[in-house]
Nanobody
Framework: QVRVVESGGGLVQPGGSLRLSCTAS????????MGWYRQAPGKERELVGG????????VDSVRGRFTISRDNAKNMVCLYLQMNSLKPEDTAVYYC??????????WGQGTQVTVSS
């Protein structure tokens, strides 16, 4: 079992920055995939970017503006999403997704990001 918790969302003006954090605890040795997704009102959940076997990928709409990083601690794994040059279209609920070697998938509860003047 893996517990996933996101934090760091909020209201920011266009052009501003936010840093989201995702903390995964539990059977962390089995984690092999971590990623950020987002879901805007009325739209399907979409991939923002993630880390798989140490390789980081981003969708085109955020590449160059968003940066994903990962930090391993003794009892938890943290995934970060640094978001710069935010646009109104980045407004969404952002979710952290964790995959394990047992092909289990865990989601956090999500954190709201609103980009508005």
């Amino acid at each position: 079992q893996v517990r996933v918790v996101e934090s760091g969302g909020g209201l920011v003006q266009p052009g501003g920055s936010l840093r989201l954090s995702c903390t995964a605890s539990g059977i962390i040795f089995s984690i092999n995939v971590m990623g950020w997704y987002r879901q805007a009102p009325g739209k399907e959940r979409e991939l923002v970017g993630g880390i798989t076997n140490g390789i980081i990928n981003y969708v085109d709409s955020v590449r160059g503006r968003f940066t994903i990083s990962r930090d391993n601690a003794k009892n938890m794994v943290c995934l970060y999403l640094q978001m710069n040059s935010l646009k109104p279209e980045d407004t969404a609920v952002y979710y952290c997704r964790v995959g394990t070697t047992a092909n289990s998938v865990y989601w956090g509860q999500g954190t709201q990001v609103t980009v508005s003047s």
